[in-house]
Nanobody, 125 residues
Framework: QVQLVESGGGSVQSGGSLELSCAAS????????MAWFRQAPGREREFVSSVSWRNNKKTYADSVKGRFTIFRDAAENTVLLQMNNLKPEDTAVYYCATDANPDSAPGVMGAYDYWGQGTQVTVSS
């Protein structure tokens, strides 16, 4: 079992910044992938970004490229998501997830085995 706990959500104005954190505990595999997804009201959950523990490969959705940066702290089994130049369309509940298979396609939600409880991000115009 893996437990994921997110923190760092909040409310900001358009153009502002937030940093999300996700701490993993429990049975951690050496080559897993950690990712962030988000779900806005009335919309499907969508991929935001991921990082591979095997080779630090980072993947981003087109909608956040150049604004969001994902970091990993391998020693702490923690992944951070630095979000800059936030827009109202970034408003959503953000979820952390982990996949034990490093060869899975990073944006495929069904590949992820464990999920956090989510943290709300609200961006006002």
């Amino acid at each position: 079992q893996v437990q994921l706990v997110e923190s760092g959500g909040g409310s900001v104005q358009s153009g502002g910044s937030l940093e999300l954190s996700c701490a993993a505990s429990g049975v951690i595999y050496a080559n897993y992938v950690m990712a962030w997804f988000r779900q806005a009201p009335g919309r499907e959950r969508e991929f935001v970004s991921s990082v591979s523990w095997r080779n630090n490969k980072k993947t981003y959705a087109d909608s956040v490229k150049g604004r969001f940066t994902i970091f990993r702290d391998a020693a702490e089994n923690t992944v951070l998501l630095q979000m800059n130049n936030l827009k109202p369309e970034d408003t959503a509940v953000y979820y952390c997830a982990t996949d034990a298979n490093p060869d899975s396609a990073p944006g495929v939600m069904g590949a992820y085995d464990y999920w956090g409880q989510g943290t709300q991000v609200t961006v006002s115009s």
